[in-house]
């Protein structure tokens, strides 16, 4: 079911799409025609059904699903390569491949190996602006896959918080181009993950060590301001800590948000630290990363537009 047409049941809640993400919406439209080579490269064309993979359990699950119901030759499987996967998530692509009946189509930068090469090269990591990461791994390469007339499958879940992030994609997309199969059948994340065990599918080993997905932990997500997924990260992952934690301090990025105070004027202050600076016996439990999605790299293209 399109999203548009089943998303007046779960209103309540969920708050409307701002203003300013409308105008965002049309300063993209403008920048597309004015960039041929990022524009859809067909008009007229047959569509075709893209079911949006990220290596995790819920695109998984929708992907399953949107075959089943459709059939594998309705559109292809596709994935925004970052460069920075966990080693595992190859074996549970691969795992998954064999489960969807077809091979699972990569896409990549064709400027950057990886967010890693996207921060050195920029000198830029996080910020206000968001990360420069979303842009150049998934927005561009995004872009330059799509065609017009593409039906868009995504696997944002029955959870209230996925819910709310759909519905705000709504603004985003011409009525009927895109699906969110999971929410259309009340599923959860967690019956995601009950539905995979069922497949006999292992999920990625990084949801068993605590991380609240499988992205980008060959570096970690530098959109994640809680010390608790940093301190997790290190416990995890010493050595690919290490390295994302020395170029933080060569660029003067703060990562982690420590606390916050009130100003002289009761506003709302924010302290900031670099990651090495968390305590060694800091908590691990709770880690919050925020979900690296489509959403995301609206709100950096409109952030960069602005």
Not at 98 to 122: L, N, P
Not at 261 to 273: D, M, P, S
Request: charged share 30%; net charge negative.
């Amino acid at each position: 079911m399109v999203l548009h047409c089943f998303i007046v049941e779960k209103r309540q809640g969920i708050e409307k799409a701002s203003e300013n993400g409308r105008n965002g919406k049309r300063r993209r439209e403008n920048s597309a025609n004015k960039n041929s080579d990022l524009t859809p490269s067909r008009e007229n064309a047959e569509t075709r059904r893209v079911r949006w993979f990220s290596d995790g359990a819920a695109s998984a699950v929708a992907t399953k699903l949107d075959i089943q119901e459709h059939g594998v030759e309705a559109g292809p499987v596709v994935i925004c390569d970052t460069g920075a996967e966990d080693e595992d998530n190859y074996r549970f692509r691969a795992d998954c491949e064999e489960w969807f009946g077809c091979s699972i189509t990569v896409i990549k930068s064709e400027e950057y190996e990886s967010v890693f090469d996207v921060w050195q090269k920029r000198r830029f990591m996080s910020g206000q602006n968001g990360a420069p990461c979303t842009k150049a791994m998934k927005f561009v390469p995004r872009l330059n896959f799509e065609e017009y007339g593409d039906i868009h499958i995504f696997g944002y879940t029955a959870d209230l918080n996925d819910v709310k992030r759909a519905y705000r994609l709504t603004g985003e997309f011409r009525p009927g181009c895109f699906e969110t199969p999971l929410i259309s059948r009340d599923i959860t994340k967690a019956n995601c993950l009950a539905l995979l065990e069922g497949a006999g599918i292992e999920q990625p080993r990084t949801y068993a060590m605590g991380f609240p997905n499988a992205n980008c932990l060959q570096f970690g997500c530098v959109k994640a301001q809680s010390p608790r997924y940093w301190a997790l990260f290190r416990q995890q992952f010493p050595d690919r800590f290490e390295r994302t934690a020395v170029l933080a301090r060569e660029l003067g990025v703060k990562l982690a948000q420590m606390g916050e105070e009130k100003g002289k004027n009761g506003e709302r202050i924010v302290i900031r630290g670099f990651i090495d600076d968390i305590p060694a016996d800091f908590p691990t439990t709770d880690a919050i990363a925020p979900t690296c999605d489509l959403l995301c790299s609206i709100n950096a293209q409109d952030l960069s537009d602005a």
